[in-house]
C-alpha cells in the first residue's frame, strides 16, 4: 500500500490487516466503493452505520481524491513556485534575446545593405539573424538538458506519477521552449530583411 512506509511518492511497502478488536484500537477506517459521486452517499454511510450500531459515530468522511490532494499538497506547491520561476526565466531569456537580435540588426544595418546589394535576398537576411540567435540559444538548452538530467535526483522527492528522465517530457519541453525563442528571434530579424538597400547603405 502507499503511504504506508513512506510518503505517497515512495514505492508501495507491505501492510499487515488485524481483526477490526485485536489491538484494541479505538479507530476504525472503511472504504466505500461508489458509482455515483461520493457527496451522494455521505449521508447513507452514516444511517448505515448507525442502523449496525446507534453508539458508532461516523467522523469525517473524505474522498479518495481528497486524500491524494491532501498527501500531495505540498508537492503540488513547490512545483507552482518552481514553475512560476520558470516561467519569469523564460520570459526574461526571450525579452533578452529579442534585445539582443534588435541590437545586433540595429549595428549591422550597412552590412545588411552591402548583403543586399550584392544579392542577398531578404529570406537570406532573416535566415542569417535567425541563426546568429539560435545557435547560442540551442547550446543553452541542450546545456540545460545535460545538468537536469544529471541533477533529476533531487527531483524525484517532489514527483508523484512522473519519471523526471522521462524523454518525451524533455522533448516536450524543448519543443515549447524552441518554439518561444524562434518567435523571439523571428521579429527583429524578419524586419532587418525588410530593409531597403539603399537605406541602409545610408545608416550612419
Known sequence: MRGVSGAIAAEPGPAVYWPANANG?????????TKVPPEQVAQSIREQVYQSDPQQSV?????MDQLLGDAVAQ???NAVVVASFAGVAL??????????VSY????????????????????????FFVRRAMVPASIGLATGTV?????NR??????????????????????????????????PAIRAGKREPMEALRTE
Open 147 to 151: 545538468v537536469s538530467l544529471v541533477a
Open 25 to 33: 484500537g479505538w479507530h476504525r477506517y472503511f472504504l466505500v466503493r
Open 75 to 77: 508537492p503540488r506547491l
Open 154 to 187: 533531487l527531483l524525484r522527492s517532489q514527483l508523484y506519477g512522473v519519471q523526471p528522465d522521462d524523454l518525451r517530457l524533455y522533448l516536450a519541453v524543448l519543443l515549447v521552449l524552441l518554439v518561444v525563442l524562434l518567435g523571439a528571434t523571428l521579429g
Open 91 to 100: 520570459l526574461l531569456a526571450c525579452i533578452g534575446i529579442y534585445g539582443v
Open 104 to 127: 545586433l540588426a540595429a549595428q549591422r544595418t550597412q552590412e545588411i545593405g552591402v548583403r543586399m546589394a550584392l544579392g542577398a535576398t531578404r529570406a537570406h537576411i532573416t535566415r
Open 59 to 63: 467522523g469525517e468522511i473524505e474522498t
